[in-house]
């Protein structure tokens, strides 16, 4: 994934980066996301479902409210207890 002089994820506050890469013949995704806070998430997963699966889950962890996509959050609140 392409960083900025100083190697940080060149994503906005509130919004999502993610390239797809291939490993053994298998096609994942690495995926960014920063808060509005500043808060910057990191993961890799096989499509960008998981990996939005993960974000959702680590923003409910640690409380971060802000979403890029609500109903795309609202959707999934009940699926972030089985990840």
Known sequence: MRNDS???SP???GKEHYEP???RG?????Y???ANSGELFSCVGKDLVSC?????KWMYKYKITSCQNEGY?????????TL
């Open 52 to 56: 939005r699966k993960k974000r959702d």
């Open 6 to 8: 100083n190697k940080c």
């Open 32 to 34: 960014d996301y920063r």
């Open 73 to 81: 959050c609202n959707k999934y609140k009940s699926e972030m207890y």
């Open 21 to 23: 890469f291939v490993e």
């Open 11 to 13: 994503c906005d506050g």
């Open 26 to 30: 298998k096609k994942y995704y690495q």
